[in-house]
DNA sequence: CAGTGGTCTAGACCACATA
DNA sequence: ATGTGGTCTAGACCACTGA
């Protein structure tokens, strides 16, 4: 950023070399890559609004805007009568890129298949309940599950589905799409919670993922929520020698 | 969203109960509340601008920074000539909130401490290039450090770190703060990427850990980078059944 | 109390996609 | 061709807060 602002002159009526960026883009860019690139590093304040303005020749509403998108994505913070203010980067979050399983599969170039290995209705159990966190006893659906990656088992899928919320689950064989593909594209959810731990296979697992006993594998629980009403849970077990979750996180993800 | 505008009537003078929402929170409630709750499901067109202009009674300005603003939280898209759809959420994405360690034990309710098991400076290695990903050879550190919550080994912590990004780090002991918290407060980066796995613990594993060898151990692996130049590469061991990772989704994280 | 950000307006012109 | 969103302006008033 070598010099921040060059009046009007140079955004309107000479296209600037690449593409016509809108002006608060332009801006945005800018100042963002000052402070991604350290130049601006945290603490530091950054020019006022109405410096900013007469910088690019631009109405205060455009820069207040791209100040307001910086605030939204964490790379600064606004106080009055003070200024804006670069923040550090936030601690250690990520943002986690859980595919669907298929697409995981097919993306390894291995084909993808399907296979339900027990399906029951049933009132809620105590752990049924505690697992959708359930506040009274409700109708469920327990799944059990196994996605295959060419001749060999990828994951195991443990799944409940609130019955309640998901009624016309109660009739689904899940043979033309899994049942976490199949409530996907039904059920629009609200919020999700997941937790990921690593656990030695037991016999149970070992036998449908035909490992040994012992083998170290990844289960990912997750539970979803639609509109404060538990929709389903689900935990996913991996061999973990084969299987890895990727996360990137870049600040201002916007 | 019973009705969804009442004219300004209900902002200005009486104050509804609650605070004082500014005019374009309140819309972007009512309107993030109907998409939440499944009252305009995936797909649904949502009203114009002129529409919402006109309901609830101000400029166009207000109302469409309210969709810009949804928009940029992925609740809806855009589109010109058509008008503004509700989206499907997406997929199976999650904000993993990594914890620094020291904070997770003390979380715990446990006395934390680290301890250097090993501090070395050399120049990058064939494995170091790739873990760091370095075109050259340049110098680097690699550290070892075992963090404890109590008594008991709770994270082995392997890291590596460029001295050409960070060269403040060649005299560094990492007595008063472990080298993640250390690098935290001293180098702004700007992107990260995370690799979990679940993986039996060898032997040094398990002799830093004080666990048996084969015991599943979750590793998170991270690569940080400032301005296209990479910082630091870590892993870090947990012993996996006392460790589980946890992350929240909830569409629109703004 | 003075200066900053926070919000909002009533226009305007443009680009774009689609009916 | 028409209507939508995308952008921008030149003001305005207010609220907060730190000097």
Redesign the pocket.
């Known amino acids: 950023m070598a010099s921040l602002g060059s009046a ?1 002159a140079s ?1 309107g009526l000479h296209t600037p070399a690449k593409a016509t960026l ?4 332009r801006i945005l860019g800018d100042i963002r890559g000052a402070i991604l690139s350290g130049e601006w590093p945290p603490g530091r304040r950054i020019p ?3 410096e900013l303005q007469s910088q690019y ?6 820069v ?2 791209v ?2 998108e910086l ?1 939204h994505g964490k790379l600064i913070e ?7 203010f670069v923040l550090r980067p936030p601690g250690q979050s990520a943002v986690l890129e859980i595919q669907d399983i298929k697409g995981e599969v097919v993306a390894l170039g291995l084909s993808y298949r399907h296979e339900i290995v027990a399906r029951r209705k049933r009132k809620a159990t105590l752990e049924d309940r505690d697992r959708l966190e359930l506040a009274s006893v409700a109708p469920v659906l327990s799944l059990t599950c196994r996605h295959f990656a060419g001749a060999r088992p990828f994951c195991l899928e443990e799944r409940l589905i609130n019955l309640t919320a998901v009624p016309e689950a109660a009739d689904e064989r899940f043979v033309d799409a899994a049942p976490g593909a199949w409530l996907v594209s039904r059920v629009p959810w609200s919020a999700a919670e997941h937790k990921i731990r690593a656990i030695g296979a037991d016999a149970g697992i070992a036998n449908a993922l035909e490992i040994d006993a012992g083998t170290a594998c990844l289960t990912i629980e997750r539970r979803t929520w639609r509109a404060e009403r538990s929709v389903t849970f689900v935990r996913l077990t991996y061999p973990g020698y084969e299987h890895e979750l990727v996360a990137r996180f870049t600040p201002s993800r916007r």
Do not use: I, V
Not at 57 to 62: A, D, E, I, Q, V
Not at 78 to 84: D, E, H, L, T
């Open positions: 009007r955004n809108s002006l608060h883009q006022f609004e109405h020749g631009c109405s205060r509403m455009t207040s805007k100040l307001t605030a606004r106080r009055r009568k003070s200024g804006s």
